[in-house]
């Protein structure tokens, strides 16, 4: 695919140093340098081993870590936002429009049934509730959620049907740009290669996918490239 010349994200220089307060204020270099960007319309893996710093990027992104140094610039429209260095309500703004973000747990919200959870994005773009409702039901039955199991809270959900409502509720609405952290990780076989099938689908709707795999088959039938975090983690030590 040739690439449009302007990304969707930008991430330059970007430098995290974690500090232990805990631990009489030990430093933890985590990233330094780290520099990378992202089209429309590819998939790109985060690699590395665990520990080099690859789900502490992805929050970065979502502007959920703070960034020492560096700016990470997301596409919104005509503009381009810093995440590291914009205000709270700028990056509430933009995560609503604009990133899409599946986390490695489920963080499950009391009482509410499976369907409304996931139905809730959509919901929350002003999709009439029915229709929300509908496409909920039918992205849950793709990825083998038991119909029993709809109108339940997914707190005592087993992980791997936890990990499937966090996808779905992750990728019902469109967003640009979308950050997965171990997506598969709890799931078997078949609803991996689901996963696999949704991803191809994003990217042929445009969407820039940053992720973290641990599943080398998945990354290799999803991911166009991988990017070595280790290489900034070296860079920090
Ligand atoms: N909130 C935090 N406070 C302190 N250290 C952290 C925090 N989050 C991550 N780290 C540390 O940063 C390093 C990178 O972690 P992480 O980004 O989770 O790696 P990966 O996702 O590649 O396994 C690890 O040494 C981890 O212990
Ligand atoms: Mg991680």
Redesign the pocket.
């Given at each position: 695919m040739s690439k449009p010349s302007l990304p969707i994200l930008s991430v330059s220089g970007v430098a995290k140093t974690?500090i232990?307060h805990l631990r009489e204020g030990a430093r933890?270099p985590?990233v330094n340098g780290a520099g990378f960007d992202l089209y429309a319309g590819e998939c790109v893996a985060?690699g590395?081993?665990?520990?080099?710093?690859?789900?502490?990027?992805?929050?970065m992104v979502y502007g959920n870590?703070r960034v020492d140094e560096g700016t990470i610039r997301v596409r919104d429209g005509e503009e381009m936002v810093d995440v590291a260095s914009t205000s709270p309500r700028r990056l509430i703004k933009l995560r609503d429009t604009t990133m899409g973000y599946v986390s490695q747990f489920l963080r499950v919200i009391p009482r509410v049934g499976a369907r409304d959870v996931v139905a809730e994005p959509l919901i929350h773009d002003g999709v009439p509730p029915e229709e929300a409702v509908a496409r909920a039901g039918a992205l849950l039955a793709r990825l083998n959620l038991p119909e029993r199991l709809w109108n339940l809270p997914p707190a005592t959900f087993s992980g791997g049907e936890q990990q499937r409502v966090n996808i779905a509720r992750g990728l019902i609405a469109h967003r640009p740009l979308l950050l997965m952290?171990e997506p598969t990780a709890s799931l078997d076989a078949a609803n991996r290669n689901v996963v696999v099938e949704l991803i191809a689908e994003k990217k042929r709707a445009g969407v820039a996918i940053l992720g973290?795999f641990h599943d080398a088959e998945v990354r290799e039938a999803a991911c166009d490239r991988v990017i070595d975090?280790t290489d900034f983690?070296k860079a920090a030590a």
């Open positions: 974690f232990l933890l985590v985060l590395g081993p665990s520990g080099a710093g690859k789900s502490s990027l992805l929050k870590y952290d973290i975090v983690a």
